[in-house]
């Protein structure tokens, strides 16, 4: 029977209630008294030198408070890089300048030139437009390849080349990998692209900048991930404010993907005009403009080689890498590529050499950064998709091959510098062949070819880092922030409690799964939980939310903080009922004696925590507050198994998705409905970028896919009715709730499935394809087929 309510229940949402009934408050509906609006002139040239910005015809037109250029930016600092990577060599990257708004030269088409602040966004944009500027177009670098080719062409002057960094991991193993590539029985070697994606979200970025003479104070209403990030790296790093004086907060958000974790121009620019202007100013991304805006995803081009014995037992790994940076770094840029995704290389198998090479590249391209999954999803592409090969050049199943190389002992030690902790990946094997009855496709493809379609089916294992901490360890990688997680716990006189989070929810569902890990804890009603997250005003300095890091690090740093909060009621408990404190116990909402049926409820104890009558006020002062800090020893790593069918017609390359199965190890579960909501929000993603999405650049560097009419979301009649299960647990062994994180799985997993899928059908037809690019458009399909 389901629970009714606490770990492992699966309660409704509570913020869907305001979310459906359309009052949820989004940084759009907020508009403060004597708003202006501010509208960005964008560059559309990708890469150009700026001779001239005339704005006296601007200046001059109804409405406008005011015009700004990159000069008036000159005195503050660029958007800055949170992660620092060093080179193969022992180099630093180079990390050029992010100028707020673009001075001396424009890097990428959308890069903003000019601002106009305005009485209205309508004679803001009319301003805009009467804006004179002078710009020389220079030559464009887009390939990767090219760019760090092309020494004469280059994104920024003051760089030596295109070439952020040349890393390698572990080099160490270098030698010893290519030993064994001279001696396997066997390499398998491919050739592939993870393409370019657009994050976008349901809500577009938003930015309300807003500034009190008075006290000196600044704010900042966005749409973001991790509010105090964004107060740490824009206070310190951009524009000089103390951070008590700058005060960052994200409502409700209406999806991130990760787009909304980074510190972006436009708020650094709502804050400083604020000030300048002595008004708020709101700034409301459209949609075409978030497609040259917001940070984009993946773009990398991969070589990656397989070497194997004779009896098909992997040797090595070794893998090239060129990885888009595009025009600038954005916030954690540099760790994707590298220290996200080269540490996942091994998977889920048991590769005793490993060694990647990443080339990160500058271009006249909007930048690049994580993407719903950051790293673990290129990592897992790449090798599911060069066993697949092998498997097919061995003549072997490919479920069989992934079988005789899985990882079956644990803790394992990867070559890869990572410690998996637990996980069993043959268990959610077995449970995939079961769930996709994969002994029955035989029959369903049968059944497809007598309809005159090929079917195939694609067969994809993945493990996921998860966590992204802890903070020692990646401070050791280059990191410029802490990562881990805080919660402060309130409890009220009456027996409420109010937790403070520095996670942050954008979809996740905090409001619900969080108050059900306390809840059960103390043994209250979930609906005296009340969770507050998102002001950096009042909730402790924390990280926010990305790399499926809420329950694993957030939610145990509220468990530690609730820990600490019953450990003192505890002690009052013991007053009220004249015992020793050790003799306490705390059971479904109250505290008794241990061996007796004395007992005092929650509630009574709480209230005697704000009316101190009863206890001694030297040995316990009064309140029931506490705040915790929880820094992880080591990351999670949810694995799984992944199985899709599809079916091919041959006359038109179209594919359809016939089925697809599911099948995540997350560790403990806290609400199963809503970890089935976000594999299935993951996979259609991932389908997402298999089949349909492709952000193409042409070698002007001009955005060829900036809007839906020539980006393809996936819509619901791509996605078929999904077939998921997370029974196969085995709990993480370092956080306190034995979880793992389950927001980016999807995404992962499916990428890989779909390709796989579409191959098997097309050689099952005879068709000698060994491989196609995502995304697979009936174009690239039929072409396929036709060699």
């Known amino acids: 029977m389901p629970k009714d309510g606490g770990i492992g229940a699966s309660s409704k949402r509570r913020e869907d209630v305001r979310f459906l009934t359309g009052a949820g408050n989004y940084t759009d509906d907020i508009n403060l008294r004597g708003q202006a609006y501010a509208f960005f002139l964008r560059s559309d040239v990708a890469h150009g030198t700026i001779n001239s910005v005339d704005t006296s015809a601007a200046e001059s037109m109804p409405g406008v408070v005011k015009v700004f250029t990159g000069a008036d930016f000159e005195a503050v600092g660029g958007m800055p890089c949170g992660w620092q990577v060093t080179d193969r060599h022992g180099q630093p990257m180079q990390e050029p300048r992010h100028p707020v708004l673009a001075h001396g030269k424009v890097r990428h088409v959308g890069e903003p030139i000019a601002a106009v602040v305005a009485d209205t966004l309508e004679q803001a944009r009319d301003a805009a437009e009467a804006i004179v500027f002078d710009i020389s177009e220079l030559p464009a670098v887009v390939d990767m390849k090219a760019a760090v080719a092309k020494s004469d062409v280059k994104v920024h002057d003051d760089l030596t080349s295109n070439l952020c960094y040349d890393w390698g991991f572990v080099e160490e193993n270098k030698a010893a990998t290519d030993e064994a590539f001279s001696k396997a029985a066997h390499v398998t070697t491919l050739e592939l692209v993870n393409n370019r994606l657009v994050a976008n979200p349901m809500e ?188 097919r050049e061995l003549k072997v199943d490919p479920i069989a091959l992934r079988r005789q190389n899985f990882i079956t002992e644990f803790p394992y030690a990867t070559p890869v510098a990572v410690e998996y902790d637990t996980g069993n990946y043959v268990a959610t094997m077995d449970k995939l062949e079961e769930l996709a009855d994969i002994k029955g496709f035989k029959a369903r493809r049968k059944a497809s070819e007598a309809k005159g379609k090929l079917r195939g089916l694609g067969i994809n294992c993945y493990i996921e880092a998860c966590g992204i901490a802890p903070s020692n360890l990646v401070g050791q990688l280059g990191a410029r922030a802490g990562l881990y997680e805080s919660a402060t716990v309130r409890v009220n006189a009456t027996g409420g409690l109010v937790v403070m989070t520095g996670s942050h929810s954008h979809g996740q569902g905090h409001e619900t799964a969080f108050p059900q890990v306390i809840a059960e804890m103390i043994g209250i009603p979930e609906d005296m939980i009340e969770i507050v997250h998102g002001d950096t005003a009042n909730a402790p300095m924390g990280m926010g939310t990305y790399g499926s890091r809420s329950l694993a690090v957030g939610g145990s740093a509220m468990v530690r903080a609730t820990e600490k909060i019953i450990k003192k009621a505890k002690k009052i408990a013991s007053h009220l009922l004249e015992a020793s404190e050790s003799d306490i116990e705390l059971k479904d909402g109250a505290f008794s004696v241990a061996g007796t049926d004395k007992s005092v409820a929650w509630g009574d104890v709480t209230l005697a925590a704000y009316v101190p009558h009863n206890y001694p006020l030297e040995d316990l002062e009064p309140g029931l507050e506490e705040t915790a800090f929880y820094d992880p020893s080591n990351f999670t790593y949810p694995s799984g198994a992944y199985a899709c069918e599809v079916e091919v017609d041959p006359d038109t390359g179209k594919v359809t998705i016939e089925a697809f199965t599911a099948v995540d190890d997350f560790g403990n579960i806290v609400n199963p409905m809503i970890v089935t909501g976000q594999v299935h929000g993951g996979l259609a993603q991932g389908i997402g970028q298999a089949l349909l999405e492709n952000c193409a650049y042409d070698e002007n560097g001009q955005l060829l896919s900036a809007s839906y009419m020539d980006y393809a979301m996936p819509r619901a009649d791509d996605v078929p009715f999904y077939q998921v299960d997370h029974s196969c647990q085995t709990p993480c062994t370092h956080n306190p709730l034995g979880v793992k994180g389950c927001g980016e799985a999807g995404a992962i997993g499916s990428p890989p499935s779909v390709v796989n899928a579409v191959v098997d059908a097309l050689q099952s037809a005879g068709k000698n394809v060994t491989h196609i690019d995502m995304p697979l458009s009936p174009a690239r399909v039929w072409a396929a087929m036709q060699g």
Not at 351 to 362: D, G, W
């Open 204 to 391: 577009p970025r938003v930015a309300v900048g807003d500034y009190s003479r008075g006290t000196g104070d600044h704010t900042l209403y966005t749409t973001s991930q991790n509010p105090h990030v964004i107060r740490l790296l824009m206070g310190a790093f951009v524009l000089g404010i103390p951070e008590h004086k700058l005060r960052v907060v994200a409502p409700d958000v209406g999806g991130g993907f990760g787009t909304k974790i980074f510190h972006y121009q436009e708020e650094a620019f709502c804050t400083f005009a604020a000030k300048a202007c002595n008004r708020p100013v709101k700034w409301t991304s459209s949609r075409s403009e978030a497609f040259m805006s917001d940070a984009h995803g993946r773009d990398h081009v991969t070589k990656i080689e397989l070497a194997l014995d004779k009896d098909n037992n992997f040797t090595a790994i070794r893998t090239e890498t060129y990885a888009n940076m595009g025009a600038y770094l954005s916030t954690f840029a540099p760790s994707v590529p590298t220290w996200l995704h080269g540490t996942l290389m091994a998977g889920n198998y048991k590769t005793p050499l490993i060694y990647v090479n990443v080339k990160a590249v500058f271009t006249n391209t909007v930048p690049v950064d994580a993407y719903r999954g950051a790293g673990r999803p290129e990592a897992t592409f790449q090798l599911e998709r060069v066993i697949d090969k092998a498997a």
